[in-house]
């Protein structure tokens, strides 16, 4: 699945659109005995193929890239049978200890078929017509093809099509592909034949690859560097936001209105989504209109791969930092941005925002300051085993909470400031 990047401004960071990671999706199709969870997933709907006698003008919009020296290699026997499949997209591929096992979304034809034999399957079906219908009908807000609003994140269910088993499975590597008159970077599956699988789907920086390759050797790198060009355009033309409302101090990381809720870890309390603690200003905005939380994002984890998780929060008490950030995150509803200059990191609205706003006012005003003194460091971060990883910005309070962003511009920013 490849990444939209117009979900993702230099003010406005936005994932209520995209469906459940599919990391979260695979872990619940993992039941051979001794398999575990997922070594890493992805989403891949777009197949091209680098073979003769076939069209091998291979690109980047491609979600995975068939190669090999002939017809009927490896690699094509695998991805033939699921490239010629007339059901719907969302084919998700999941690298497992001891395959590489791709599944499909289970279209109304397969709940038929499968009513025929259990019997229960025109029952479901009904239900899920009758529900779509309701949804339409009451005017909630539709976010992507999937998310509706008021109602929690639900995984698609899916249907195995193939498999290869690891033994035919030579190797792994990032390499190198003609793109652009260049090379861009993909996750290589080298096949025992000599042919292969490469993956993009919707990488766009070599860091994300060594990601997805260190998640395949147990090691990920947890530290990305700098991000590719459509993050470092924005990071700029945040920077130069953030100066012009924040005038006379130096900018080092501005991050956008990221739009989502805020989950939290406090003690051994998990609150998603997380509802302020504190007393909290009075704003006036508009109502919230966004999907629910998957109920996935109640265990170990699952935060990671909801697109309705946009920060999240740990510490040991309620009285700290990272807290008190993540009250106010959850108050301004997505509104408010996080800067952190030389002196302080702070919270900023639209003064418009306040329910009683001060006359005269400038544009912004800072709900919270946080002295830079309090805070450890800021970093960028890629966690999970969903492909491709999503950045974090992670900021760590001397008071040992820590908060973070799900924002791919607030971590360029830090990446930059780990490399200067």
Same mark, same amino acid.
């Given at each position: 699945?490849?990444?939209?990047?117009?979900?993702?401004?230099?003010?406005?960071?936005?994932?209520?659109?995209?469906?459940?990671?599919?990391?979260?999706?695979?872990?619940?199709?993992?039941?051979?005995?001794?398999?575990?969870?997922?070594?890493?997933?992805?989403?891949?709907?777009?197949?091209?193929?680098?073979?003769?006698?076939?069209?091998?003008?291979?690109?980047?919009?491609?979600?995975?890239?068939?190669?090999?020296?002939?017809?009927?290699?490896?690699?094509?026997?695998?991805?033939?049978?699921?490239?010629?499949?007339?059901?719907?997209?969302?084919?998700?591929?999941?690298?497992?200890?001891?395959?590489?096992?791709?599944?499909?979304?289970?279209?109304?034809?397969?709940?038929?078929?499968?009513?025929?034999?259990?019997?229960?399957?025109?029952?479901?079906?009904?239900?899920?017509?009758?529900?779509?219908?309701?949804?339409?009908?009451?005017?909630?807000?539709?976010?992507?093809?999937?998310?509706?609003?008021?109602?929690?994140?639900?995984?698609?269910?899916?249907? %195995?099509?193939?498999?290869? #088993?690891?033994?035919? !499975? &030579?190797?792994?590597?990032? +390499?190198? /592909?003609?793109?652009?008159? =260049?090379?861009?970077?993909?996750?290589?599956?080298?096949?025992?034949?000599?042919?292969?699988?490469?993956?993009?789907?919707?990488?766009?920086?070599?860091?994300?690859?060594?990601?997805?390759?260190?998640?395949?050797?147990?090691?990920?790198?947890?530290?990305?560097?700098?991000?590719?060009?459509?993050?470092?355009?924005?990071?700029?033309?945040?920077?130069?936001?953030?100066?012009?409302?924040?005038?006379?101090?130096?900018?080092?990381?501005?991050?956008?209105?990221?739009?989502?809720?805020?989950?939290?870890?406090?003690?051994?309390?998990?609150?998603?989504?997380?509802?302020?603690?504190?007393?909290?200003?009075?704003?006036?905005?508009?109502?919230?209109?966004?999907?629910?939380?998957?109920?996935?994002?109640?265990? %170990?984890?699952?935060?990671? #791969?909801?697109?309705? !998780? &946009?920060?999240?929060?740990? +510490?040991? /008490?309620?009285?700290?930092? =990272?807290?008190?950030?993540?009250?106010?995150?959850?108050?301004?509803?997505?509104?408010?941005?996080?800067?952190?200059?030389?002196?302080?990191?702070?919270?900023?609205?639209?003064?418009?925002?306040?329910?009683?706003?001060?006359?005269?006012?400038?544009?912004?005003?800072?709900?919270?300051?946080?002295?830079?003194?309090?805070?450890?460091?800021?970093?960028?971060?890629?966690?999970?085993?969903?492909?491709?990883?999503?950045?974090?910005?992670?900021?760590?309070?001397?008071?040992?909470?820590?908060?973070?962003?799900?924002?791919?511009?607030?971590?360029?920013?830090?990446?930059?400031?780990?490399?200067?």
């Amino acid at each position: 699945m490849r990444v939209s990047f117009g979900a993702v401004r230099a003010d406005v960071t936005e994932f209520l659109a995209d469906p459940l990671g599919p990391a979260t999706v695979a872990r619940s199709l993992m039941d051979a005995p001794g398999e575990g969870g997922p070594v890493w997933a992805a989403y891949a709907d777009e197949h091209q193929f680098d073979l003769p006698g076939m069209d091998r003008d291979c690109d980047r919009s491609a979600d995975l890239i068939v190669w090999g020296k002939a017809l009927d290699c490896l690699a094509h026997r695998y991805v033939r049978t699921v490239s010629s499949w007339t059901g719907a997209p969302h084919r998700l591929y999941v690298l497992t200890r001891q395959r590489l096992a791709m599944y499909t979304r289970a279209e109304p034809g397969g709940f038929l078929a499968r009513a025929a034999r259990v019997g229960s399957g025109i029952v479901q079906l009904g239900k899920d017509l009758k529900d779509l219908a309701e949804k339409v009908a009451d005017r909630r807000k539709l976010w992507g093809s999937g998310n509706v609003e008021g109602e929690p994140i639900t995984p698609p269910r899916m249907e %195995p099509l193939a498999q290869i #088993d690891r033994r035919q !499975i &030579a190797g792994f590597e990032v +390499a190198e /592909r003609p793109a652009d008159r =260049a090379t861009a970077p993909v996750l290589r599956v080298r096949l025992v034949d000599g042919s292969g699988l490469d993956f993009v789907v919707g990488m766009t920086d070599r860091d994300e690859y060594e990601y997805a390759l260190g998640l395949t050797n147990g090691a990920p790198p947890l530290r990305p560097g700098a991000r590719g060009d459509w993050a470092a355009t924005l990071a700029g033309q945040a920077l130069e936001q953030a100066a012009a409302l924040l005038p006379g101090e130096e900018i080092l990381v501005a991050a956008t209105a990221n739009t989502g809720y805020v989950g939290a870890r406090i003690g051994r309390e998990l609150r998603v989504p997380h509802t302020p603690i504190g007393r909290m200003p009075a704003l006036r905005l508009p109502a919230v209109r966004w999907p629910l939380p998957a109920a996935t994002s109640q265990g %170990p984890n699952g935060w990671l #791969d909801d697109p309705t !998780i &946009a920060f999240w929060a740990q +510490a040991d /008490r309620a009285d700290r930092d =990272a807290v008190a950030v993540a009250d106010l995150l959850a108050h301004a509803a997505g509104a408010a941005r996080l800067v952190l200059t030389r002196e302080r990191l702070t919270l900023v609205v639209a003064t418009s925002a306040l329910a009683a706003p001060p006359e005269p006012a400038r544009p912004v005003t800072s709900l919270l300051d946080v002295p830079v003194a309090r805070v450890r460091g800021v970093t960028a971060e890629l966690a999970g085993r969903s492909l491709p990883p999503k950045p974090w910005l992670r900021v760590d309070f001397t008071d040992g909470s820590t908060l973070r962003l799900r924002d791919p511009v607030a971590a360029r920013h830090a990446a930059l400031l780990v490399g200067a």
